[in-house]
């Protein structure tokens, strides 16, 4: 049985960078600081015979978390030249924003799959117009222009946690790819992010799923401009993907790692397809706009931008899956866009 052992709080820094030792030491997760909702992300360090290491996930380019890898640093007395390399599961912030900066200090490779990269040059490249795609894709839905404003402003705020860009390597998930001395299995999926990567250890059990699988919560699966028109079909194949191997015991990118990992992707599973039921229910009463689902969805949940933007996007991607299967309809012109049944007969 996998137990986990920490290794210590550490009490200099305004938020504790948590080091837990697991599987003898071959995987050491990291809690770095985030912002709220959820505080914290996991970054896992995988130490290799050779004395180098592969950091997964860095964090996001904030204060905090840069104090907080400094303390890590020193903790395990290590060298940044020791990172050889810093492997990206997915293009979000949390993830992906201290890439460059860690790879300035480290001089290591930045791993990420190629659409993974491509979702990062759209979200944060040079060129995007994200900022203002978004907020206009979710007012052709309905969206009040008090709120779609605090969304673009919420966008731009996101621009220092991930500078500086990294330099990308391109992971080539057909081929096994070695961390810490052993030998791992790249699994990618989408629908949480394009191109998202997981990685499965066979002689362990172990799977490092970012933020494809996580426990208590729901990873959030959104439909945005630009991306995968039909990301909840897109997560629940990849879920029945990874529910196919047989894991002992998985390291998601948020709360504790945990064993029952199948289990977790059918009750991820069944929860959408309720999350489906319930917003096809909502229009009973007659055709709505997405934002009027997502208001009936997530009544009395949302309080910030942050979390808006997230609920429009699922509530969205929920009913692109329900136009998919033929179950609702979408009308209207491109300003003003609604949804409604299917009309029997």
Same mark, same amino acid.
């Given at each position: ?43 896992? /360090?995988?130490?290799?015979?050779? #004395? ?14 840069? @104090? ?7 903790? @395990?007395? /290590? ?27 480290? #001089? ?38 008090? @709120? ?32 810490g001395g052993r030998v791992w299995q790249p699994v990618v999926t989408g629908g949480h992010a394009p191109g998202h990567v997981s990685f499965y250890h066979a002689g362990s059990g172990a799977m490092i799923c970012g933020d494809a699988? @996580? ?10 401009? #630009? ?56 229009l009973q009463g007659g055709p709505l706009s997405g934002f009027a689902i997502c208001e009936a969805l997530f009544r009395g949940r949302v309080t910030t931008a942050h979390q808006m933007r997230f609920a429009m996007s699922e509530a /969205?991607?929920? /009913? ?5 299967? #033929? ?19």
């Amino acid at each position: 049985m996998v137990s986990g052992k920490r290794i210590r709080e550490d009490e200099g820094f305004p938020r504790k960078a948590d080091i837990t030792s697991w599987d003898n030491g071959a995987i050491l997760q990291i809690s770095v600081p985030m912002d709220p909702p959820l505080r914290r992300v996991n970054s896992y /360090l995988l130490p290799g015979a050779d #004395g180098t290491v592969t950091v997964i996930d860095p964090g996001p380019h904030k204060e905090e978390s840069v @104090l907080a890898w400094q303390g890590v640093m020193k903790e @395990l007395d /290590l060298r940044w030249e020791q990172v050889r390399d810093i492997v990206v599961t997915h293009h979000h912030p949390d993830h992906y924003g201290l890439a460059g900066w860690m790879q300035e200090r480290s #001089g290591g490779k930045v791993w990420m799959t190629e659409r993974a990269h491509a979702e990062a040059s759209l979200m944060w490249g040079e060129k995007s117009i994200m900022n203002e795609a978004l907020p206009l894709f979710f007012a052709r839905h309905g969206m009040p222009e008090a @709120l779609t404003a605090e969304i673009r402003v919420h966008l731009e705020s996101f621009t220092p946690q991930v500078t500086p860009q990294p330099e990308i390597t391109a992971l080539d998930h057909s081929a096994p790819f070695i961390m810490g001395g052993r030998v791992w299995q790249p699994v990618v999926t989408g629908g949480h992010a394009p191109g998202h990567v997981s990685f499965y250890h066979a002689g362990s059990g172990a799977m490092i799923c970012g933020d494809a699988v @996580l426990p208590q919560i729901s990873p959030n699966i959104g439909l945005h401009p #630009g991306g995968d028109g039909r990301p909840l079909l897109t997560f629940l194949q990849g879920l029945e993907q990874l529910g196919s191997y047989p894991v002992s015991f998985a390291y998601p990118g948020h709360r504790e790692p945990f064993s029952g990992f199948t289990e977790r992707t059918q009750s991820l599973l069944r929860h959408h397809e309720e999350r489906l039921d319930t917003a096809e229910a909502l229009l009973q009463g007659g055709p709505l706009s997405g934002f009027a689902i997502c208001e009936a969805l997530f009544r009395g949940r949302v309080t910030t931008a942050h979390q808006m933007r997230f609920a429009m996007s699922e509530a /969205l991607a929920h /009913l692109a899956e329900l136009v998919r299967r #033929g179950r609702i309809v979408e009308s209207g012109t491109g300003d003003a866009i609604l949804f409604a049944l299917v009309k029997s007969g």
